[in-house]
């Protein structure tokens, strides 16, 4: 997977940046914390899918957090598009930036108005060339995106037996959820929760403290239905013998 360029913001930062989907979070936490200087335990993320958006889903906080934990997840799994924003906000009571006022940071902040007044920027080039989301096709491409969502994830039921196939391999499961979720993304998208037969997933079905399948310590993930292929895939004994294998 190619690198791709965002907007990072705090209360005190903003600028371009270019970040893996091959990251964990927690790499991506400590490269955050290099920008914003908000050490990754004191982080809760918001994604803005589009960047001059109020839209935004919380992808990361620290309510219990763990770094084994944040290890296990990949960057990939937001699905965060090109040029759109990740803001970090800074929870610790004791942190200086807490106690600034406005007027004391001014100086220190970059607005999106301001940088979108800039004429040698990214942002300026894909809106001269009418890219992104500043292509005049973006909203009939994203409206024909979630139809084709909905359609395939008619077929999918809870219960169903399912495979998942990327670079990784085959994982075969039971789909445990089939429906919307807010923290994801706020366009209406269906997502499928599945839990693996393996502990190949990277959650138990709870996102931010929302718990919406029970599944098994790092048997459960949430995919877009197209990734989920469903029919008789029969659960693997793993204690079943191979008669060609002594």
Not at 38 to 56: F, G, L, M, R, W
Not at 201 to 222: E, M, P, Q, V
Request: aromatic share 8%; charged share 35%.
């Amino acid at each position: 997977m190619s690198d791709i360029s965002v907007y990072i913001t705090s209360d005190l930062t903003s600028s371009e940046r270019r970040i893996s989907p091959q990251w964990d979070l927690h790499y991506l936490k400590t490269k955050l914390e290099l920008i914003t200087g908000i050490v990754p335990k004191d982080q809760i993320i918001q994604h803005y899918p589009i960047a001059s958006s109020d839209e935004k889903r919380i992808i990361s906080s620290n309510e219990k957090y763990s770094k084994e934990q944040d290890e296990q997840i990949r960057v990939a799994q937001f699905e965060i598009g090109p040029y759109s924003r990740l803001h970090v906000i800074d929870t610790n009571p004791d942190s200086q930036l807490q106690g600034l006022e406005e007027e004391q940071v001014e100086g220190f902040k970059l607005s999106e108005e301001e940088y979108a007044k800039k004429s040698n920027t990214v942002l300026r080039w894909k809106k001269d060339n009418q890219l992104g989301r500043f292509d005049p096709q973006f909203e009939a491409e994203k409206q024909k995106k979630l139809q084709e969502n909905l359609k395939i994830s008619e077929n999918i039921k809870v219960g169903d037996r399912c495979r998942v196939i990327n670079i990784q391999g085959q994982r075969l499961g039971t789909v445990k959820y089939v429906g919307e979720i807010k923290l994801l993304d706020s366009d209406g998208n269906i997502w499928v929760g599945v839990e693996f037969d393996e502990p190949l997933g990277r959650n138990d079905g709870l996102i931010d403290g929302t718990k919406y399948f029970d599944a098994r310590h790092n048997h459960g993930s949430f995919l877009k239905p197209k990734q989920v292929e469903v029919g008789d895939f029969p659960e693997e004994d793993p204690f079943a013998s191979d008669d060609d294998e002594l």
